[in-house]
């Protein structure tokens, strides 16, 4: 399946020409966005990994959708918990049950089964993937993938991201490309790949993706995305200049950025053993990494003149949980996510970074004050 999927830190030495590289073979991007003064307007969605806490960004979907003036995404792109939402949220409201469900219905032996004696004896991982992967394949069939391919015919895309555990290099998926796919095998890959960039390291097992290369097959180990990106919005590393060529006149660009967690840190008091000084230090390191991820789009965004909006947790948020899967703590939060969703109310800049207000009539000045940026 060429075509399919990419490095996402290649940094080119042609921006323009890697662009054109990686789209010529898709529908044009955009082909029925909305028009403003004559340019079109391209929106994306990005959506963070989180774990437990991706009920908040299902919660933050349905209540845009509550509220009326949810767009229709050109760009959707998912993480981990986010890569589990993102396929959803691309199709549109018509979705948000489905994720209601998923993400606050399942028990946590129906999401996983522990294996933790396995992984302390040399196993792949403490925990079985099994439930979750009959979970994925009940909601993504080929009637599931036949409808991403049409959006995707549309000029929307869909892009999830998995860490490459042999290369220690992030990938991005073109899912509505896999869509195309008419096999049999377009449906498992679609599946794998949710899978994969859900799959927490050592939590979890790696996914094993087959791949082939000058005529002999490989397998590639695949995990979660969130080891190398907790979010992300464009497929290649370039300015958002470089874009500008897939279109007749440079678009206006918003960017909505969900993080499925709190952005800001959290104070709690940490047992002194092994497990519990490990777990804390690996979520403060992927928070902290997470700071400097959402600065780079902010300043991407902010020097290609694009409109940024974020939202996460809110720190008023109190209930926490101990279990990677707890339905009330997940209902919980899915609602908290509802409210916050039909409030509406995006953050201009990251969390710590005070907003750059831009030049009266610039692309951000104007855009920002479209229905639905805050």
Do not use: C
């Amino acid at each position: 399946m060429p075509g399919v999927r990419f490095w996402a830190d290649e940094v080119p030495r042609n921006p323009l020409a890697e662009v054109r590289r990686r789209t010529a073979h898709m529908p044009p991007v955009g082909l029925h966005a909305k028009m403003r003064n004559g340019r079109k307007i391209i929106e994306t969605l990005a959506l963070s990994g989180g774990g437990a806490d991706g009920a908040f960004g299902a919660g933050v979907l349905a209540g845009w959708t509550k509220r009326g003036d949810r767009p229709e995404f050109e760009v959707v792109t998912g993480v981990s918990a986010g890569a589990i939402i993102a396929p959803f949220a691309y199709l549109g409201p018509s979705e948000d049950e489905k994720l209601r469900v998923i993400w606050t219905q399942y028990k946590q032996d129906q999401v996983v089964t522990p294996e933790i004696l396995s992984g302390l004896l040399g196993g792949p991982a403490l925990a079985s993937t099994a439930p979750l992967q009959d979970l994925i394949a009940q909601y993504i069939d080929r009637r599931f993938l036949d409808r991403i391919a049409a959006q995707y015919k549309r000029g929307r895309v869909l892009l999830v991201l998995t860490t490459n555990l042999d290369a220690q290099r992030p990938v991005v998926w073109n899912m509505g490309e896999i869509a195309l796919n008419r096999s049999p095998r377009a449906t498992e890959l679609f599946r794998q790949v949710i899978l994969a960039s859900a799959a927490i390291p050592a939590a979890f097992p790696p996914v094993k993706i087959e791949v082939e290369a000058g005529g002999r097959m490989y397998d590639e180990l695949h995990v979660d995305g969130g080891t190398t990106r907790e979010v992300f919005v464009s497929p290649v590393e370039a300015p958002l200049s470089a874009f500008n060529s897939l279109y007749p006149n440079p678009p206006l660009r918003r960017y909505f950025v969900i993080k499925n967690g709190k952005a800001t840190p959290v104070q709690e008091v940490v047992t002194p053993t092994t497990l519990q000084i490990a777990a804390r230090s690996i979520s403060t390191l992927i928070k902290s990494q997470n700071q400097g991820e959402l600065y780079k789009i902010y300043r991407v965004a902010l020097d290609g003149g694009a409109d940024f909006n974020f939202m996460a947790v809110p720190p008023s948020f109190r209930l926490q949980t101990k279990e990677l899967y707890d339905p009330h703590y997940q209902a919980a939060l899915y609602a908290e996510g509802l409210a916050e969703g039909q409030r509406n109310i995006w953050m201009k800049a990251p969390p710590g970074q005070a907003p750059v207000m831009p030049p009266a009539g610039s692309e951000v000045s104007s855009s920002a004050a479209m229905p639905g940026s805050g």
